[in-house]
Structure formats: C-alpha cells, structure tokens
Nanobody
Framework: QIQLVETGGGLVQAGGSLRLSCVAS????????MDWYRQAPGKQRELVAT???????NYADSVKGRFTISRDNAKNTVYLQMNALEPEDTAVYYC?????????WGQGTQVTVSS
C-alpha cells in the first residue's frame, strides 16, 4: 500500500512561483517512477511531468522551461517547482505512481493563478 500526500498549492499572481511537494509512504517508492498530473474545471486530467527511478524527466509541452520535477529519495518526496505561472495553470494538481499493477493518487492540491 502506498499513500501520497501533496502540499504547497495556493493562490499566486501570474508570473509567480509555487513549489508543490508529494510525500510518499512505503519504502519501495524510491524505485518507482513518479508523476504530477493536473485537472482544470471541465477538463480531463493531464500529465504534467514525470521522473523515473533513474531521475529521467519528461514534461508536457505546455510547461517545458517553466516547471521542474525533482525527487529526494531519502525523504520519499517528489517536488514540482512551478515558475512563470499563467492563469492557464490553474488546476488541482495530483501526485501519482504506478506500482504492483495499481495506480496510486494523492488527494490533490489546488493551484490558482490570478491574472
């Protein structure tokens, strides 16, 4: 069983920055790929960024150059540094991992970017 808890969301003006954190329970998390997804009102959930167990990263085109995903295995934590935020980034952000044929999701954290 894996539990994911996100923190760090909030209200920020356009052009500002936020850092999201996702703390994962379970000692095997350091061997998992970890992802950040987001879901805006009325839209489907979309993949924002991924980081593999080997620290390889990938990003959605819409956030490349602005967002950075990282992980600290000693703390079982994955981060999403979000810079140059835009109103279009407003969404609930979810941490995710896939392990032992199961998807695990956090409860989500709201990010609101005002124009």
């Amino acid at each position: 069983q894996i539990q994911l808890v996100e923190t760090g969301g909030g209200l920020v003006q356009a052009g500002g920055s936020l850092r999201l954190s996702c703390v994962a329970s379970g000692s095997t998390c350091r061997f998992n790929g970890m992802d950040w997804y987001r879901q805006a009102p009325g839209k489907q959930r979309e993949l924002v960024a991924t980081i593999s167990a080997a620290f390889r990263t990938n990003y959605a085109d819409s956030v490349k150059g602005r967002f950075t995903i990282s992980r600290d295995n000693a703390k079982n934590t994955v981060y999403l540094q979000m810079n140059a935020l835009e109103p279009e980034d407003t969404a609930v952000y979810y941490c995710h991992t896939f392990y032992d044929y199961h998807d695990y999701w956090g409860q989500g954290t709201q990010v609101t970017v005002s124009s």
